[in-house]
């Protein structure tokens, strides 16, 4: 079987657990995925069946759109709310106009420092394996771009926002470094990823629908090999 299936990833497993699901449900060894989600993050991901696996880097280099929340008053060592707290404060609110102001700072093309908490290797060895041997290392900045940024709602301490950004974009870390412009620890509370490229969220399966439904990957897709 050959096509692409647009996934609505659960929260708590990998996308490789996603990967050994779709390999199951078709009976299928060539399985990949457009851009990992890390275990907390639901949201649009691409897999590709069979020949499609070739399309990997077409759709990889996509532009992704998040939707992301950010807690003000408490950092932690992975940048997300499953991450140890290594830094609170007490705070009693924030103005808007300070955070719309924030934003600015994040857009076009900007510099940023990948977290610990990635797959980028050092020495051949993954990031996140040596973060939770509770080493760190010195990162160098990569060049993204942040092509729009927006707030959907501000319920204090929580913001939440929507970013479409290139390939590379560390969410979790725009969360850390917007409240390091306010001079207030913060951290990534959820993220969603809504699309990717040209495939959205609304047109997404549940892995559920998957199993219980006969779904039938895209056979084929206007930038095909």
């Known amino acids: 079987m050959d096509g692409i299936l647009v996934v609505n990833k659960p929260s708590g497993i ?3 657990d996603v990967v050994d699901f779709i ?3 078709f009976n299928i060894k060539r399985v990949g995925h457009a851009g990992t989600l890390d ?9 590709l069946l069979g020949k499609a696996t070739a399309l990997s880097n ?24 499953q991450g140890k707290v290594i ?5 009693d609110s924030l103005d808007i106009k300070d955070i719309k102001k924030a934003l600015e700072n994040f857009k076009g093309e900007i ?10 290797k050092y020495k051949g060895k993954k990031l996140y394996q040596l973060a939770r041997s509770g080493k760190t290392v010195v990162r160098e900045p990569r060049k993204i771009n942040i092509s729009s940024i927006e707030i959907l709602d501000f319920k204090f301490p929580e913001l939440t926002f929507k970013v479409k950004c290139s390939k590379g974009t560390y969410v979790r870390t725009i969360c850390e470094d917007i409240g ?24 997404s399966k549940s892995l559920d629908e998957i199993y219980e439904k006969d779904i039938i990957p895209y056979s084929s897709y206007d930038r095909h090999i």
């Not at 275990?39 to 897999?47: D, E, F, N, Y």
């Open 39 to 47: 275990p907390m993050a639901t949201g649009v991901l691409v897999m």
């Open 180 to 203: 390091k412009v306010l001079r207030v620890p913060s951290h990534m509370s959820s993220l969603v990823r809504s699309a990717s490229g040209d495939f959205l969220l609304k047109d």
């Open 58 to 81: 077409t759709f990889t280099n996509d532009d992704k759109e998040y939707i992301a929340k950010v807690f003000f008053g408490k950092s932690t060592d992975t940048q997300d709310a």
């Open 14 to 16: 990998t996308s490789h």
């Open 23 to 25: 390999r199951r449900k």
């Open 111 to 120: 510099e940023q420092i990948p977290p610990m908490v990635s797959a980028i």
């Open 87 to 91: 830094e609170e404060k007490n705070i």
